[in-house]
């Protein structure tokens, strides 16, 4: 009878412990500590250790930023690390889920009880979830750094995953990279990315953000971070600032951004300072660029949205139903794709308030239609894609969240009893939330074991998309009249400005 699992990793041998009858390994270290000289470098190989390491506790999160951040300020460095969940080491030859969370690139952990494995790793998975560098310590360009250090960090846990995945009884050539928000958008650049994608076979996107920048705009970030430091943008001055100083200042940043409408433009108004950045050596260029242009290879894909994905920033923020006329305009001036589209959302929407028209476009431009345009390329590319859409309101709070931002991970992850899921799904939850719960994970669990979610794939032709809700059915893309407002056009925005 297995108690406490131990498993040889190519680094030292790690000892877990057992969590409703599953082997459960935590904070085993994939990439060294990067503080020190290792401060905003690319990742470096583990250490190796000498006896059994335990790999009981959670690795410390990295530096967070943002009005509401993963975790607290810790003394722990030791950011670069990833947790297993396995039905059994000696299974041998499971599929295995590589878990990205997000965090619009500037906090995020795989610590969060949200992402509790036990029910995917019931079903039959290897999970394993990656702890990156986010906000400046992983995405500000720095002069005397390399770019996008964030998803250097991501190939060096999938790496790990190479070497290491089947002692824990998964098979390394049955890959599936799966992420929400940030972590769908950096599973989007990964597949651009040189080195990355022989390190999986399927990815998993729920709410891709369209938002890469270029050198031009990242570095004017920067500059402006370092002001407010009174330093220089450089690695060798920043690395003098504490990690957790330098992250309140990204979050400062972050809340002056408004101010600076006329010289950003959209980056501003998403009110995020520190994306991924189209440097030409990490990242070459947008995925749908990429996809579009042939550089990269279309792949298996299962993608999703949300119906209402901007309103849980708007609850979160006090703000929603109160948006103005001008505020509106704004959006609708800022993010829709050519100079008429704005006249056609109204005409789209003639009930719509101000409040609503504001909530479409932002949904449409950060995430709605990047998730649509990613499957629309990989499948052009030669890919397979399947494409979902969350319609199901999130029941608590009155329904005030509706069909929201992030409403679909404590769905997939079957976790509504934790805190952000009974949050938004109520305690305890409703048959109806059980029930798309329980469709989700299958979802999730049959495309990683075998590429086919369930439902027919998406193509050109046909763009069917599967709605899910208490009562799920298999529909034409889009429901939405904005969704015939971005047809053909492509996002092509590598500047935000």
Partial sequence: MLTQPVVRTTEGTVRGFLDRGLAVFRGIPYAQPPVGPLRFAAPAPPEPWDGVREAFEFGPVAPQSGPLPAGEPSTGTDWLTLNVCTPHPDSGGLPVLVWLPGGGYISGTANDPMYDPVELARAGLVVVSVNYRVGAEGFALLEGAPANRGFLDQIAALEWVRRNVAGFGGDPDRVTVAGQSAGAGSIAALLTVDGARGLFRRIVTHSVPGRFCTPALAAEVTAELAKQLGTTPTAAALAEVDPWRLAAAVTDLGTALPQHLARWGRLAQAGIATIPVVDGEVLRGTPW?????????????????????????????????????????????????????????????????????????????????????????????????????????????????????????????????????????????????????????????????????????????????????????TVRYPEQASGRIWAGHPLTADDLR
């Fill in 289 to 473: 660029s990429a996809l579009d242009s042939g550089r990269t290879d279309g792949i298996e894909l299962l993608a999703g949205h949300t119906r209402d994905e901007f309103r849980l920033f708007s609850v979160l923020s006090g703000r929603h139903g109160s948006y103005t006329e001008e505020e509106a305009r704004l959006a609708l001036e800022l993010y829709a794709p050519w100079p008429t589209a704005p006249d056609e959302y109204r005409a789209a929407y003639p009930g719509a308030t101000a409040a609503d028209l504001l909530e479409t476009v932002s949904s449409d431009a950060l995430f709605r239609m990047p998730s649509l345009r990613l499957a629309e390329a990989n499948a052009a590319a030669g890919g397979t894609s399947y494409l979902f859409e969350l319609t199901f309101p999130a029941p608590a709070a009155g329904g005030v969240f509706g069909a929201c931002h992030a409403l679909d991970v404590p769905l997939a992850f079957g976790t509504l009893g934790s805190p952000a899921g009974r949050r938004l799904l109520g305690d305890p939850p409703s048959p109806e939330a059980v029930r798309v719960s329980q469709e989700l994970q299958r979802s999730w669990v049959r495309f990683a074991t075998t590429g086919d979610p369930g439902w027919p794939a998406f193509e050109p032709d046909g763009r069917l998309t599967r709605v899910l809700d208490a009562r799920s059915e």
